[in-house]
């Protein structure tokens, strides 16, 4: 395995993440035994950062890795994200009718203590703001989540899809350690003034989603997608974006054929070479992808290849929009 710097925090974080959001929520049909072996392969192959939210599954995801997380967690170093609310507890993705976000200093002190009981921990590690609330002022949401630094009940603090105006807000009241913000092949919104922010700032950058939600994989096809996978609704997997991405994630695949790895290999590494302040945290909840997965740390990709890469993704730009209109409202305030 090799490590990453979690920003000015002197925290050493595996150089790829575990994103386990789909082990309970999202991503159709769970399966809490193999998710549970995918957490313990995961610890055999090093992988110390794994990234939760107490939105996923309305808090079960959190309580299925207090399962692994408890007895070992001195090797784990545990982020999670608060900040989504259900309206009468039906759990939904961010947009949907029945989802809001409550950023208030209130609300921050109440989440905190659910996640910590349903995580079975004293602290947790990383805490993000799962969005900026565009009604309550940034100053106030990060000073209350300074506040539990100062309890013991956070170590450190994280936002999630924040603009560079709110990123520096947030800043100047407590040090921000990480940026969590949808970062792919085909999802390059961050690069230029947010992306020279969090560098400006020392700010580890962590991109989620780092295969685009499974579209470069080359393995992706809507009509397959499961009951309750919420993928079947996003503009990027609709009819109209098909040709466009198919024709791409073609190219790219051929690629990583020439290279002898994957796509997922491929894109992974891609994202990888971006920069060493960069950690990804490809999420699955299957120990074989995991494995494949891995095999991307050590995948050195030259600035000819970097090249090419681009070359394809530049010819084919009409990829769709990576949420829905409802999901954007609460993205880069």
């Known amino acids: 395995m090799q490590y990453r710097k979690l920003g000015n925090t002197g925290e050493i974080l595996s150089a790829l993440g575990l994103g386990c959001m789909g082990m309970s929520f999202a991503y159709g049909q769970t399966d809490d035994t193999e998710s549970i072996a995918t957490l313990h392969k995961a610890l055999d192959l090093g992988i110390n950062f794994w990234d939760t939210a107490d939105m996923y599954a309305n808090g079960a995801n959190e309580e ?11 090797k784990i170093f545990i982020a999670t994200k608060f900040g989504f609310r259900f309206k009468d507890g039906v759990a939904g993705v961010s ?4 989802t809001y976000f409550d950023g208030s200093p209130q609300y921050v002190k109440e989440a905190v203590e659910k996640s910590l009981k349903r995580l079975n921990i004293d602290v947790i590690d990383l805490y993000y703001a799962h969005r900026i609330d565009p009604n309550v002022p940034v100053e106030d949401m990060v000073g209350a989540m300074a506040d539990l630094v100062k309890e013991g009940k956070v170590r450190y603090l994280g936002l999630s899809e924040a603009s560079a105006t709110s990123i520096r807000k947030a800043h100047a009241v407590h040090p921000i350690a990480a940026l969590q913000t949808e970062y792919s092949l085909l999802t390059r919104d961050v690069e230029g003034e947010i992306l020279n922010t969090v560098r400006e700032l020392g700010i580890t950058f962590i991109p989620y989603s780092p295969l685009a939600r499974g579209l470069v994989t080359n393995t992706q096809n809507i009509e397959a997608f499961g009951d309750g996978d919420f993928r079947k609704n996003l503009p990027r997997y609709q009819k109209e974006f098909a040709e466009n991405n198919n024709r791409l994630v073609t190219e790219f695949a051929q690629v990583a054929s020439s290279k002898g790895c994957t796509p997922a290999q491929l894109a992974l590494a891609w994202v990888l070479a971006q920069g060493e302040d960069i950690i990804p945290i490809p999420g699955t909840k299957k120990r074989k992808y995991l494995e494949e ?10 600035a000819e290849e970097l090249k090419a890469i681009d070359t394809i993704v530049a010819k084919h730009p009409n990829v769709g929009a990576r949420y829905s209109e409802g999901a954007f409202k609460l993205i880069n305030n």
Do not use: E, H, Q
């Open 64 to 74: 299925l890795l207090s399962k692994v997380l408890a007895p070992n967690r001195d």
């Open 95 to 98: 947009g949907s009718p029945t």
């Open 293 to 302: 997965n891995m095999v991307a740390i050590d995948l050195k990709l030259s």
